[in-house]
């Protein structure tokens, strides 16, 4: 059988390559951007796919890495979640989730992208039948009922592939989703990320704080190191040279001690700040003839709750049994039913995390105070109304799809 091509090899094209050779399907990955060649075993380089952030990985999330054998190697670069505290600066409403009251070990693990990507990387450089192309744009992509056609391009060569099926897994502005004619929603939510790592005077205890500031809502997550966390912090675009460079440190340290008071303690050294712009971009379809969307290809979504990669993953763990099934039958896996039947699969699940994360952000970039009010009721419900936060859980573990 012909390998599988997937075009991206971010996080998600990586985790999907080392899903489908697991079931013994051949992948060659192409990759536009050159990975870098890991050093000591401290050694980190960044890649623009694994970056400065980190990634707060669902239950389902671990799960998943646990099933592809990945877990034991991810897990020392990993800080579990025990405790989430949900607030807004200037109101009384506030709630909490505990492991222990949801019956859980964690409510999902931290783990910076850039070792994420590392542990993907390496893994998938040791896997057989994985072809790793790098440094390739994929230029071109046409397809007819028997293959689809790519022209590759590597500086002034360029070379073509054919396939039964090609997974698009290159991202938000994905090439193989305009060349095939799949059109896309985008809410340009006017903010940037400012995502960096801080030190703060009091231990993290393992505790993810989400508060909702007049800048923006701010997640503060609990990294390896006692004192460390992460920090994505969403603030209203062209504001964001105020938080960036050396000079603008303290600056920084100052506002964030005033949005957190002393819930982390003293705010004591910030690493250096980077933006992301906070756009949602959803394709109209994810499947057209013999490609499908994957990743932020498919559907990018804001930050806020932490959901998009969760939520790649999920979608990738689904396609990888539909597969595997034609795959064990022998058949086509480029058969567009079989791959129009994951997406109908798939789309209760990511309308609900595509809803959740742009209300959660709309609702709270309000200041009308009568939804204001209803946001403090709707956090004091959540303490008090029996029923609300196991389900709450469940769906910030992953576990609801
Ligand atoms: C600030 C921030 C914080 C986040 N935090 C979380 C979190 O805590 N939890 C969570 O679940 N999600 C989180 N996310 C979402 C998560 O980062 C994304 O869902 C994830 O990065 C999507 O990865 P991807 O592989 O689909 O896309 P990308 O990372 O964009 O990868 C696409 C790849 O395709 C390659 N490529 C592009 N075009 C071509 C071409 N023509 N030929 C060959 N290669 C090509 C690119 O070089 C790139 O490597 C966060 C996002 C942001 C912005």
Request: aromatic share 8%; net charge neutral; proline share 3%.
């Amino acid at each position: 059988m012909q390998a599988v091509i997937i075009v991206g090899g971010g996080m998600v094209g990586l985790s999907l390559a080392l899903m489908l050779a697991k079931q013994n399907i051949k992948v060659k990955l192409l990759e536009a951007i050159r990975y870098p060649d890991y050093g000591a075993a401290d050694d980190i380089p960044y890649h623009s796919s694994f970056d400065a952030r980190n990634s707060a990985l669902s239950r389902r999330s671990v799960q998943i890495y646990q099933e592809l054998g990945l877990w034991d190697k991810l897990q020392q670069y990993a800080t579990p979640i025990y405790q989430v505290h949900i607030s807004e600066q200037g109101s009384f409403g506030k709630a909490k989730l505990i492991n222990q009251h949801e019956g859980v070990e964690s409510f999902g693990q931290v783990i910076e992208n850039a070792w994420l990507g590392r542990v993907l990387l390496t893994e998938v450089r040791q896997t057989t039948n994985i072809e790793l192309i790098d440094g390739v744009q994929v230029t071109s992509l046409k397809q007819d009922v028997e293959q689809a056609y790519l022209t590759v391009k590597r500086e002034e060569e360029t070379f073509e592939l054919s396939t039964a099926l090609v997974i698009a897994a290159d991202g938000r502005d994905s090439f193989c989703r305009q060349a095939i004619g799949i059109g896309v929603d985008v809410h340009d939510y006017d903010q940037v990320a400012i995502v960096t790592t801080v030190q703060t005077s009091k231990p993290h205890q393992h505790v993810g704080f989400e508060r909702f500031s007049a800048l923006g809502p701010l997640a503060l997550l609990p990294l390896p190191g006692e004192y460390r966390r992460s920090v994505v912090w969403p603030v209203k675009k062209g504001t964001e040279q105020e938080w960036l460079g050396e000079h603008n440190e303290q600056h920084f340290l100052n506002a964030l001690q005033q949005t957190y008071g002393d819930r982390a303690g003293k705010f004591i050294k910030t690493g250096q700040r980077f933006c992301y712009p906070l756009t949602q971009v959803l394709a109209h379809k994810q499947v057209v003839g013999r490609v499908v969307l994957m990743g932020n290809a498919a559907h990018t979504i804001h930050p806020v709750a932490g959901q998009g990669f969760n939520l790649c993953l999920r979608d990738a763990h689904v396609l990888i049994r539909y597969l595997s099934h034609q795959f064990q039958q022998q058949q086509d896996l480029g058969d567009t039913q079989v791959l129009m039947a994951y997406e109908k699969a798939r789309l209760n699940d990511q309308q609900k995390v595509i809803f959740f994360c742009d209300r959660v952000v709309k609702g709270f970039s309000n200041n009308n105070p009568l939804l204001k009010f209803a946001r403090n009721t709707g956090l004091l419900a959540f303490d008090f109304i029996p029923g609300v936060k196991p389900l709450i859980a469940n769906f910030a573990m992953g576990l609801r799809a």
